[in-house]
């Protein structure tokens, strides 16, 4: 859906370049089937991978645990030396007043819609809102988000935070911040949305975006020795093992990362672990990410108030998009590249922009050394690319 999002703002983008198209139309119902069609041929070609490797056996059937490296699937009885517990987690529903009477959308269920709706509420202001927000202003719905903190996406940094707020609300995107759902209910074929501020809003749809459950129900843990913590995430050590070192668990489950290319890192690890006497130790310190927002974003290290907040010693350099040569030709008004840093080390970089899911990945490998700064001076970029978005950092840092 993101992907044709950006195409069809293209299209409509294109005559400022002097192309011109005629008749551009969107077709919701396709633009879903696509992504449906992704997910389902995702699933299949997974399924039918798994089956071609050798001494594999995938049972599709639920299970749980017997006791430490035995489960149980059906009456039919597993057992191994090792286990691996990866079931992810589930969308959690907040506690509001009537939500069980109104028919709610979840990121698990909103490929279901049958038409674009003509408005659409967001409950929590985290990516995952923000990404399909996105889409359906685009395509014509009228948006509302709603968060129960001052900013959307707070955890990001704070001025990528400032920045997409500021975007949104310029494409028309109503933001809502520091308040909850109070209570729902549904009137003449509308859901009626009432806040803690006393806001009132009657929507088409309504999206809760609101957070993960760890998906433990029914797995039986305590008979494994498993344990979890207060949150239902299952407590592993640094080298991914639980409370029985033969029982490993990855992924959002492990409440740590909730990002797919982190869970297929701790995958590796685990393999390597089971296998091997000396084992290897995970780190989540400077897992980068994207979010598919307009404009992306892109984050790899700390932000700003984590360094507040440690009293650790930093400055930071800005580099916007309209000063850079590719971004003036492309006409991209957005975007900026924050660089935070020390004398000696790059501590963290944060990007809103055109291709930011990219460019991050500059900064990925740097960020890990210890004479970063050193080497990120020397650093000769392209012209014209989007990636002299850090020249122009190295200008105010000095090449030298």
């Known amino acids: 859906m993101i992907y044709a999002t950006n195409l069809y703002k293209s299209a409509l983008k294109a005559k400022d370049f002097g192309i011109h198209i005629d008749n551009i139309t969107l077709d919701f119902n396709k633009v879903l089937n696509y992504a449906d069609e992704l997910v389902h041929n ?108 001052p900013h959307l996406i707070h955890r990001a940094d704070e001025m990528i935070s400032s920045e997409i707020e500021k975007y949104y609300k310029e494409d028309g995107i109503e933001f809502y911040p520091n308040q909850r759902t109070a209570k729902v209910h549904e009137s003449s074929g509308e859901i009626v949305v009432e806040t803690t501020k006393g806001n009132v809003f009657k929507v088409e749809k309504l999206m809760l975006s609101t957070g993960f459950i760890p998906n433990t129900q029914g797995l039986k843990l305590e008979a494994a020795g498993v344990k979890t913590d207060a949150r239902g995430n299952i407590i592993v050590n640094k080298f991914l093992q639980t409370s029985q070192p033969n029982i490993y668990a990855i992924g959002d489950i492990i409440g ?79 975007g900026l590249i924050k660089l935070i840093y020390n004398e000696n080390k790059i501590l963290g970089c944060h990007i809103i922009g055109e291709s930011a899911d990219i460019l991050i990945h500059e900064i990925v490998p740097l960020i890990h050394l210890p004479n970063s700064i050193e080497i990120f001076r020397k650093l000769i970029h392209a012209h014209p690319t989007l990636s002299e978005l850090y020249r122009n950092i190295q200008d105010q840092l000095g090449f030298f």
Request: charged share 25%.
């Open 42 to 149: 995702g699933i299949q070609g997974n399924e039918k991978q798994i089956a071609l490797y050798k001494n594999v056996d995938y049972i599709k059937k639920n299970g749980h645990c017997l006791n430490e490296d035995s489960v149980e699937v059906e009456n039919e009885v597993y057992t191994a030396s090792n286990m691996l517990i990866s079931t992810g987690t589930f969308p959690r529903i907040p506690p509001i007043e009537g939500i069980n009477e109104v028919d709610y959308l979840t990121h698990e269920n909103i490929f279901d819609l049958k038409k674009l709706p003509k408005s659409i509420l967001f409950v929590g202001g985290g990516f995952i809102s923000l990404e399909f927000a996105n889409v359906f202003n685009t395509f014509g719905s009228k948006v509302y988000i709603i968060e129960s903190n």
């Open 256 to 334: 740590k990362s909730q990002f797919t290319h982190m869970a297929l890192r701790e995958s590796k690890m685990v393999i390597h672990n089971i296998f091997n006497k000396d084992k290897v130790p995970i780190s989540f310190e400077n897992i980068p990410y994207a979010a598919f927002t307009d404009p992306p974003i892109g984050s790899v290290g700390k932000t700003t108030q984590e360094l507040d907040e440690t009293g650790e010693e930093y400055k930071v350099l800005i580099s916007t998009y309209p000063t850079n040569s590719r971004g003036n030709l492309m006409k991209l008004k957005r």
